[in-house]
């Protein structure tokens, strides 16, 4: 099961097409929560979902400087991230092809997402995380009984150290570039549309590899297909100043590029210097008149804090959002809606939460 094309070496975004078909919902079929929409996948007929039940996540209301906002919590997965979505469909897949052993390459969240659905599935994974992923990020990985490699250096480190292996011939189940989790992602979407029994008027999101940002689109798209979105509710995608090459490259084109690096952010996962499907998000991203905005360190910081005292504990990359809603211009069409993205529980935090107050 290669991670990329044998003949071209390119990437296989362009089949991550999406159909919603929304009799599964009227008609009551029961699947494990995300999986009623199974139909939507793509999937072969014969295929058995592992499941752990992902999907289904709340959407918590507040008001945020005057602004409705809907909180959209991907945390509550089973493992904490919203990256269950998609690792639910690829090792459901994985599994129907009869794979035993995998590599992947993670930051923490979409590490710890593999390692638990491949248990499930009696899949042995190695992970290769930079030595600097959080310690709860890291023992989540090993709890569920995969191996973890620790690699020294910028996340891309442990990208270029997991290509090594895939060259050797392990199968690498990489949630960047395989496409088979967007449909996953798209589910967001469509609980929003039930949940809200409308359209969101703003959908505000962490960036970094892209996957979930492409899943929001596309199932957007597939919706306004069929008849149930008039329109494409403006996608904002989120980077942390300290890395920000999609908000760069999105701006100022070519010469953007230059102003790409790979700083330290406690948002550690969205640090992601070179997004794998870059040209396609950006091309994606300008066609539907999306934004991108980047933020501080000390908005991520503060983030964390004012979401807390909402009573919401996320980890820093989800914290990104806070910023952005606070600068949304007043004439953005309600609801708004910031999807969360992981969990505080999954990271170091008590330096970071001081912080705002020292």
């Known amino acids: 099961m290669p991670h990329r094309c044998l003949n071209c070496g390119g990437d296989f975004i362009h089949i991550s097409g999406i159909s919603y078909n929304p009799r599964l919902v009227e008609a009551g079929q029961l699947h494990s929560r995300m999986w009623r929409y199974v139909d939507s996948f793509g999937l072969p007929d014969r295929l058995s979902e592992i499941s752990l039940g992902e999907g289904s996540t709340p959407l918590v209301w507040s008001n945020v400087d005057g602004k409705k906002v809907g909180f959209k919590l991907e945390y509550t997965n089973p493992t904490g991230s919203f990256k269950d979505r998609g690792t639910s469909i690829l090792v459901s897949l994985l599994k129907y092809k009869g794979v035993g052993n995998v590599v992947e390459d993670s930051s923490g969240n979409a590490g710890a997402s593999l390692a638990a659905y491949a248990a499930l599935a009696g899949i042995k994974v190695r992970i290769y995380v930079p030595e600097y992923a959080s310690g709860p ?12 490699i620790r690699v020294k250096g910028p996340r891309s480190a442990a990208a270029e150290a997991v290509a090594l292996e895939a060259a050797k011939g392990s199968i690498y189940a990489s949630h960047a570039y395989l496409p088979f989790g967007i449909p996953g992602y798209a589910t967001i979407v469509y609980e929003l549309l039930e949940t809200i029994g409308g359209p969101p008027g703003v959908v505000i999101t962490p960036v970094g590899q892209g996957n979930l940002l492409i899943g929001l689109i596309l199932g957007c798209q597939a919706l306004i297909k069929i008849g149930l979105l008039q329109k494409m509710p403006k996608i904002i995608g989120v980077q942390s100043r300290e890395c920000a090459p999609l908000w760069a490259a999105f701006y100022y084109g070519a010469n953007g590029y230059m102003l790409i690096h790979e700083g330290n952010t406690i948002a550690e996962g969205i640090r992601i210097k070179y997004p794998i499907h870059g040209d396609y998000i950006l091309n994606l991203m300008k066609s539907i008149n999306g934004e991108f905005l980047i933020v501080s ?6 983030g964390i804090n004012q979401l807390a005292k909402i009573g919401l504990y996320v980890e820093p990359t989800s914290a990104v959002v806070w910023k952005a809603i606070e600068i949304l211009p007043d004439d953005y069409q309600e609801p708004i809606v910031a999807i969360i993205t992981g969990s505080g529980l999954k990271s170091n935090q008590t330096n970071i939460i001081q912080a705002e107050f020292t």
């Open 137 to 148: 990020k890291q023992s989540q990985i090993q709890a569920y009984g995969a191996e973890i």
């Open 297 to 302: 360190e000390e908005d991520i910081v503060v």
